[in-house]
């Protein structure tokens, strides 16, 4: 499997300039990481309304791409989640933050797979929209010296206050 990623800690703030960052790359979605029907829940926003009860994890799509989204069956859950890997779709992990910590979040996509020893790679029309989403990201945020993480400039600010920054998930 081929994928791409980039790897931040955001605040909410910084979080909503990257969103709104993204907005003039063309018509996309967000979309629910689970279904309990199979087919893709679009959301409001990418904004995080209460951590404690949503998932960090939502997905990017172009809006003319949400037929194409697949879904897998999770064993013994009564919900399906979308398949990162077949799907047309960035996963967007959004960051955690408390008064102690910010845990780490990242765009993530796949290029291409192996399917029956075969590769398959993605439609480049997706590729190239994905990858514009990512080197948008790296633009907005800074990265670090000497490392492969990004930060907001309030997750900055708040890492040279002593906040930690957490890279779990």
Known sequence: MKSR???FFLTTADQADLINSLDPLGEF???????RDGTPEILESASIATATNESLQIYIAQLREIKNIVFQR???VTFSSIDVVRSP???????????RCIRRGRLYFVTAYYDRR???EKDEVF???????VARARRVLKKEDGSLIYYGKQ????K??????DLGF
Request: proline share 2%.
């Open 5 to 7: 990623q980039i790897n």
């Open 29 to 35: 979605v967000y979309v629910r990481n689970v279904s």
């Open 74 to 76: 999770l064993p013994n």
């Open 89 to 99: 779709v960035v996963q967007f992990v959004r960051c955690y933050q408390d008064e």
């Open 118 to 120: 075969q590769q398959i």
């Open 127 to 133: 590729l190239s929209w994905a990858r514009k989403i």
């Open 155 to 158: 997750a900055l600010h708040l």
């Open 160 to 165: 040279q206050a002593g906040i930690t920054m």
